[in-house]
């Protein structure tokens, strides 16, 4: 049986079959069509007609659920990740897994079309090496991103002592992993 | 595998007890994606490719350690699946594993997930994947919630896997 104690690994390993098989074009449609759509449809359901309160629920129950250590802060306009130890990303790194060329990619590929769908976008940074952040706005709201420590105050991952170690991927106001910035 | 002498019978660690059981939403999706995008024949190719390469750590100790490292791995693996209940029996040169309770059909079920019809077919590609490059033999007997998996460490006269007795996953 194909499990879910290990599920990050073979779910890492699957993306990479996928690009031998049918490229990037694939694992997109994949990411959008059978996790974004199909697997995810109980984050859909809270999210799209719920908006930040239905993110504070899914991702509550998803990150507790994977043991995440994580911390939220949220106003009327903004809901903000920061993500200190993803469980993961951490589960390929300590049992040195990587078959895919940016498994951190795959967040933003089934996230960003449900947040398209419920009608926000996505400040997102991650650092390869299980630490990232994320601030969702209604696509209506064109404020930048907070600065570091300005919103989610010590909690702020980009504080850690460790953020800098890693190669780290930007998306600004973005729905898809194409839309990487750096 | 960076250490390949990791405590029990699972070659993969993680620093929780047991995997998130919502995970098998994923699982059961990714079978009905790769079937609508790649047919039957797809999906296969992808369960025993996967058997064959990322499970290499599992069947390498298999062929290694004989058919005790299949009932260590059969142990260790149900239990960190949330929700499974299961026993292994090791019997003569066999292993038999009965799945009372299948932890990703009972959570598919529980949420009201549709689940693929061919879900169980993957126990057997997967198995067999494994136990046959390890020069062992799996069949499959069962499914839709319970299920017999037998591993035999000699496969010679072993009868073909018989696909009728793998049970469809009704609507």
Redesign the interface.
């Not at chain 1, 300590?94 to 897994?97: E, G, K, M, T």
């Given at each position: 049986?194909?499990?879910?104690?290990?599920?990050c690994?073979?779910?890492e390993?699957?993306f990479a079959?996928l690009e031998r098989?049918?490229g990037l074009e694939?694992v997109r449609?994949?990411w959008k069509?059978?996790?974004s759509v199909?697997?995810?449809r109980?984050a859909r359901d809270l999210i799209v007609p719920q908006g930040i309160a239905g993110m504070q629920k899914y991702w509550q129950h998803?990150l507790e659920?994977?043991?995440a250590e994580f911390a939220f802060t949220s106003d009327k306009e903004t809901f903000r990740i920061d993500m200190h130890d993803c469980?993961s990303k951490?589960?390929l790194l300590?049992?040195?897994?990587e078959q895919y060329c940016d498994y951190c990619d795959h967040c933003i590929g089934w996230i960003g079309p449900m947040i398209q769908d419920a009608g926000f976008v996505i400040d997102h940074e991650h650092n390869h090496l299980g630490k990232c952040w994320w601030e969702f706005r209604a696509k209506e709201n064109t404020a930048a991103p907070s600065e570091s420590g300005t919103f989610a105050g010590d909690r702020d991952v980009r504080l850690a002592d460790d953020w800098n170690q890693g190669q780290k991927d930007r998306f600004k106001r973005s729905v898809s992993d194409e839309e990487k910035v750096n | 595998m960076s250490d390949p002498g990791k405590v029990g019978g699972l070659p993969y660690q993680d620093t929780k007890p047991y995997g998130a059981a919502d995970f098998y939403f994923a699982i059961n999706a990714t079978f009905r994606f790769l079937i609508q995008r790649l047919g039957h024949e797809g999906w296969r190719r992808y369960l025993d490719e996967m058997a064959a390469n990322y499970y290499r750590p599992v069947w390498t100790r298999w062929k290694q350690g004989g058919i005790s490292a299949v009932a260590s791995y059969l142990r260790d693996f149900f239990a960190a699946e949330p929700g499974a209940e299961t026993t292994v029996q090791a019997i003569g040169d066999s292993v038999v594993l009965d799945v009372h309770v299948c932890p990703a059909i009972k959570h598919l079920r529980e949420h009201g997930r549709e689940i693929v019809p061919e879900f169980c077919q993957h126990c057997y590609f997967q198995g067999e994947g494994m136990a046959s490059r390890a020069g062992m033999a799996m069949r499959l007997e069962g499914g839709a919630g319970s299920c017999r998996q037998t591993f035999y460490a000699d496969p010679v006269g072993v009868p073909e896997q018989d696909m009728a007795k793998i049970r469809r996953v009704s609507a």
């Open positions: 049986m194909i499990g879910a104690y290990d599920f690994g073979h779910y390993w699957t079959w098989e049918g694939l449609d994949y069509e059978a996790i199909d697997s995810q109980h998803t659920e994977e043991s469980p951490g589960f300590r049992n040195d897994l | -």
